[in-house]
């Protein structure tokens, strides 16, 4: 069912693609830039260049603002919530090349909830675009790409204390596409096929493994690993094929047979990569690629918890829903919302 929020309390709005809600667009309005549930859908938080965040409890079908976030000196391009094992924490990133980690505070009483500013990041001199937490497995770590053509990775370590009792954040940077980086995406932390080797008698445990995705304004796509040993991410491959600005990319959360990655560019397509369970990621070659086209430009894919559903967000105020299918291997839209 998709549920529509018109009083949304922000200038702006638009649709993310990987939340359940609808956001209605306001006419005369500024614009909103993103739209996320956190983990039991029971908390929405949306973005604006009205430089602020609005944060939506969400009751069945009756929802209401509970807190309006403001830190930013520039319009809000995205946010993110971590993965309940560490709170409820929520990252947002910003034209003014900054990275805030907001915290809940649990209410007393007939207190209000409220969000509190725990920390600020400023390790970008330029905007960054889009940022999202690791899977649980890698600990806490929210990945952060700018127009700077850099990745930050920023690190929750709870067991280096600080003065006050509280965990400290570790942070790593690293140049990814030289004239802009647009979008990061965390990979699996095992990739597919991992799961069954670790069934099989003999086989040891499957470490887990820091993987990235980064989508930039030189028309590629890449992909990086951590390397315990330096202490950063090495280059895995790039996969090539769009021929404009990449915008958005999408690593499916998927640990069953095969590997997918999706990312979505200005040249109205978006790309699928396919790797067959057992191949190595860094080979290029290994990755195969289906095209959809489209009549418009696409900003955003994501893919279902699951892994197997691709939302793709275009220019034409559009949200389609594709499957892989069965038969073939092809992929097709089998549903479509519109504002």
Excluded at 90 to 113: C, M, N, Q
Excluded at 164 to 179: C, N, P
Excluded at 275 to 300: H, K, T, Y
Aim: aromatic share 8%; hydrophobic share 35%; glycine share 10%.
């Amino acid at each position: 069912m998709t549920q529509v929020i018109s009083q949304h309390g922000h200038d702006d709005m638009i649709v993310r693609p990987s939340t359940v809600q609808y956001l209605r667009k306001s006419p005369n309005k500024a614009s909103q830039h993103d739209a996320v549930l956190d983990y039991y859908g029971r908390r929405l938080a949306t973005c604006s260049s009205d430089k602020t965040i609005k944060i939506f409890e969400i009751e069945g079908d009756n929802h209401k603002i509970i807190d309006s976030l403001r830190g930013h000196e520039g319009a809000v391009w995205s946010i993110s919530w971590a993965h309940p094992k560490y709170g409820p924490i929520l990252a947002s990133s910003s034209y003014d090349g900054k990275v805030i980690i907001w915290r809940e505070t649990t209410p007393s009483g007939s207190s209000p909830h409220t969000y509190t500013r725990l920390i600020d990041f400023a390790l970008h001199s330029a905007s960054v675009n889009l940022i999202c937490w690791s899977p649980h497995e890698l600990g806490a770590l929210l990945a952060c790409a700018s127009s700077d053509g850099c990745v930050s990775v920023l690190s929750f370590n709870d067991s280096a204390a600080n003065a006050s009792g509280q965990g400290a954040w570790d942070t790593t940077v690293f140049a990814t596409h030289e004239i802009g980086c647009n979008a990061v995406s965390w990979g699996p932390s095992m990739l597919p096929g991992s799961l069954e080797k670790a069934q099989t008698p003999g086989q040891g445990q499957q470490e887990a493994v820091r993987r990235l995705a980064t989508a930039g304004s030189d028309c590629l796509v890449k992909l990086w690993e951590f390397n315990a040993a330096a202490g950063g991410y090495n280059q895995l491959c790039t996969l090539q094929g769009h021929t404009d600005w990449v915008r958005d990319v999408a690593w499916s959360p998927s640990l069953l047979g095969k590997s997918y990655i999706a990312s979505a560019s200005q040249d109205k397509t978006v790309r699928i990569w396919t790797l067959a369970a057992g191949l190595e990621p860094g080979d290029a070659g290994n990755w195969q690629c289906q095209v959809l086209s489209f009549e418009c430009v696409i900003w955003r894919v994501s893919w279902s918890l699951s892994g197997n559903v691709l939302a793709v967000s275009g220019g034409d105020n559009r949200v389609g829903l594709w499957k892989e299918r069965v038969r073939d291997g092809g992929w097709e839209c089998v549903k479509t919302l519109e504002d």
